[in-house]
């Protein structure tokens, strides 16, 4: 279902219909360019998450809420919904408490709530999933969602009306080093301010830290912004509790497996590496593919994603002229794209591809195509992989 024009109200009704029937399972949202995801069991909204800054929003969100939680990212049994699986372990250890958790919950998805009141059209697609693992009561009811859903938009009305709706708050501030800047400010308050404003904390990490609303936080600094003394810049996601403990585990490991991403956009290389790094893949990222025949040919890879437009390069193009080469004949080509299509399926097959996936694709999804035609293929690579999964089936 695609949703249009998606507002506070828009989202409440969605929401309440799943919390009136009762609803289990997941809520996958979309805007071609990022993905949320909401579970909720048996009506009551368990957690929100996704977007672009799934971990440093769970690290927010612990740090206003509990900050004597400690956990163990080991005992995580699967990716899909760690940061739930990282409160039921919290409260089963009685390092926080029920309230904590249901704080947790509800900071988290006010940010999430936000984002989405943001966005002009959102593809929306329901998954019934009854296998969650819950804790009794932990969770948001229909009562404190619409709560939450209230106070988005009562930020969100005040955020249109100070005329900043062309800010995300995910965006950090930096500091330009300005004459002009300099001249305005004494010493101490510009020293200050550099050091507060490194590029570094978003605009929620500052209205956080200085315990202040993220519209007045956002409203002082945009005078500044619109003069081009301060600039602003999307950071990239921290790696999560898991990945971090993947790292760790992936350094022991011996070889990596190449795998290659031909597209122009290099946040897309970036976020393959950030995905794949960790289950120990190697990810070579082409941007320009008018030179990816000559890299790839020094870095034969083992798998390839690639995008449909890109300038210069037709995707369709570059993979039909692949597949008349020997080399790459049985090498895995994964059309991955957010031009998805009856007829762009059709014609990514007919040029040798072996699968298509649509952009955005969340982690799992990534993984499972990747390990899908790398398995077989690879069981030497991975035959002294340690992975997280074994050691947790060891304790």
Same mark, same amino acid.
């Given at each position: 279902?695609?949703?249009?024009?998606?507002? +506070? *109200?828009?989202?409440?009704?969605?929401?309440?219909? #799943?919390?009136?029937?009762?609803?289990?399972?997941?809520?996958?949202?979309?805007?071609?360019?990022?993905?949320?995801?909401?579970?909720?069991?048996?009506?009551?909204?368990?957690?929100?998450?996704?977007?672009?800054?799934?971990?440093?929003?769970?690290?927010?969100? $612990?740090?206003?809420?509990?900050?004597?939680?400690?956990?163990?990212? *080991?005992?995580?049994?699967?990716?899909?919904?760690?940061?739930?699986?990282?409160?039921?372990?919290?409260?089963?250890?009685?390092?926080?408490?029920?309230?904590?958790?249901?704080?947790?919950?509800?900071?988290?998805?006010?940010?999430?709530?936000?984002?989405?009141?943001?966005?002009?059209?959102?593809? #929306?697609?329901?998954?019934?999933?009854?296998?969650?693992?819950?804790?009794?009561?932990?969770?948001?009811?229909?009562?404190?969602?619409?709560?939450?859903?209230?106070?988005?938009?009562?930020?969100?009305?005040?955020?249109?009306?100070?005329?900043?709706?062309?800010? #995300?708050?995910?965006?950090?501030?930096?500091?330009?080093?300005?004459?002009?800047?300099?001249?305005?400010?004494?010493?101490?308050?510009?020293?200050?301010?550099?050091?507060?404003?490194?590029?570094?904390?978003?605009?929620?990490?500052?209205?956080?830290?200085?315990?202040? +609303?993220?519209?007045?936080?956002?409203?002082?600094?945009?005078?500044?912004?619109?003069?081009?003394?301060?600039?602003?810049?999307?950071?990239?996601?921290?790696?999560?509790?898991?990945?971090?403990?993947?790292?760790?585990?992936?350094?022991?490991?011996?070889?990596?497996?190449?795998?290659?991403?031909?597209?122009?956009?290099?946040?897309?290389?970036?976020?393959?590496?950030?995905?794949?790094?960790?289950?120990?893949?190697?990810?070579?990222?082409?941007?320009?593919?008018?030179?990816?025949?000559?890299?790839?040919?020094?870095?034969?890879?083992?798998?390839?994603?690639?995008?449909?437009?890109?300038?210069?390069?037709?995707?369709?193009?570059? +993979?039909?002229?692949?597949?008349?080469?020997?080399?790459?004949?049985?090498?895995?080509?994964?059309? &991955?794209?957010?031009?998805? *299509?009856?007829?762009?399926?059709?014609?990514?097959?007919?040029?040798?591809?072996?699968?298509?996936?649509?952009?955005?694709?969340?982690?799992?999804?990534?993984?499972?195509? $990747?390990?899908?035609?790398?398995?077989?293929?690879?069981?030497? &690579?991975?035959?002294?992989?340690?992975?997280?999964? *074994?050691?947790?089936?060891?304790?």
């Amino acid at each position: 279902m695609q949703v249009t024009n998606i507002g +506070c *109200s828009k989202i409440w009704n969605a929401l309440a219909v #799943l919390g009136q029937k009762k609803a289990t399972g997941e809520l996958i949202i979309d805007n071609s360019k990022q993905q949320w995801q909401i579970y909720f069991y048996r009506g009551k909204m368990l957690y929100a998450t996704g977007g672009l800054h799934q971990t440093r929003r769970w690290y927010r969100a $612990v740090n206003q809420c509990c900050q004597n939680l400690k956990f163990n990212a *080991s005992l995580i049994s699967h990716e899909e919904l760690w940061e739930y699986q990282l409160l039921k372990q919290g409260i089963i250890e009685e390092q926080i408490t029920l309230e904590e958790g249901k704080s947790i919950i509800r900071t988290s998805s006010y940010e999430i709530l936000f984002s989405l009141a943001n966005q002009p059209v959102l593809n #929306l697609d329901w998954h019934y999933n009854k296998k969650l693992e819950i804790v009794a009561n932990l969770g948001l009811s229909l009562l404190e969602l619409k709560q939450v859903v209230e106070a988005v938009e009562e930020l969100w009305s005040r955020w249109k009306k100070m005329g900043i709706s062309n800010i #995300l708050p995910e965006q950090a501030p930096i500091v330009k080093q300005s004459i002009k800047l300099e001249t305005r400010l004494c010493a101490a308050t510009f020293e200050t301010l550099s050091n507060q404003l490194d590029g570094q904390n978003t605009l929620w990490d500052i209205a956080v830290k200085k315990k202040q +609303c993220l519209a007045l936080t956002t409203r002082t600094l945009y005078h500044f912004i619109k003069k081009g003394l301060i600039e602003i810049k999307v950071l990239p996601d921290l790696p999560s509790p898991l990945e971090q403990l993947r790292l760790i585990y992936s350094a022991i490991h011996r070889s990596k497996i190449p795998i290659t991403c031909i597209d122009s956009i290099p946040a897309t290389g970036n976020y393959l590496e950030q995905v794949l790094m960790p289950k120990g893949y190697k990810i070579d990222k082409i941007t320009d593919p008018m030179e990816a025949i000559g890299l790839m040919a020094k870095k034969p890879p083992e798998l390839i994603f690639m995008d449909l437009d890109m300038p210069n390069v037709d995707g369709l193009a570059l +993979c039909n002229f692949l597949r008349t080469s020997s080399a790459y004949k049985k090498i895995p080509i994964i059309i &991955y794209t957010a031009q998805d *299509s009856w007829i762009n399926r059709v014609r990514a097959q007919m040029a040798g591809a072996t699968d298509f996936l649509r952009k955005p694709a969340n982690g799992k999804r990534i993984l499972n195509i $990747v390990e899908k035609y790398l398995k077989l293929k690879n069981h030497d &690579y991975n035959k002294n992989y340690i992975t997280l999964e *074994s050691l947790v089936l060891a304790r």
